[in-house]
């Protein structure tokens, strides 16, 4: 859920059902752990807070202060993974790969250009 303030945030996450992923949304700056835009397990109880400081630490970072957030459901044990999806001049690129903090880390993400009509064929899938 896109939201502005703490408030909204602790709304959010109360409806999420407990502890939730707090995180900038920048266009400008892709790796938002690097400026302190990201939060992790962070109880509904806490984000408000949480949110106002992270506003103030990605200020620190960067000169400009983040006017939104988005609040995700902490999901834990699972397989993490990177998805995303670019629109460049020559089409739409998808990218998958090991998300969370590892990320980069293992050169395993692939990308792939998009056919303009649509998905990749079965020939193109990842296995």
Request: proline content about 5%.
């Amino acid at each position: 859920m896109i939201v502005q303030n703490g408030q909204q945030a602790e709304l959010a996450a109360r409806e999420l059902g407990g502890a939730a992923v707090l995180r900038m949304l920048s266009e400008e700056i892709r790796h938002k752990r690097d400026v302190s835009g990201v939060a992790v397990d962070v109880a509904p109880d806490r984000i408000a807070d949480r949110l106002d400081a992270m506003a103030s630490e990605v200020e620190c970072h960067t000169s400009s202060r983040p006017l939104r957030f988005l609040v995700q459901e902490m999901v834990s044990g699972e397989t993490k993974l990177i998805l995303g999806m670019y629109a460049m001049p020559l089409g739409r690129l998808s990218m998958l790969g090991t998300g969370g903090v590892t990320a980069g880390l293992f050169k395993d993400t692939t990308m792939r250009l998009l056919p303009a009509a649509g998905g990749l064929p079965r020939s193109e899938r990842w296995p």
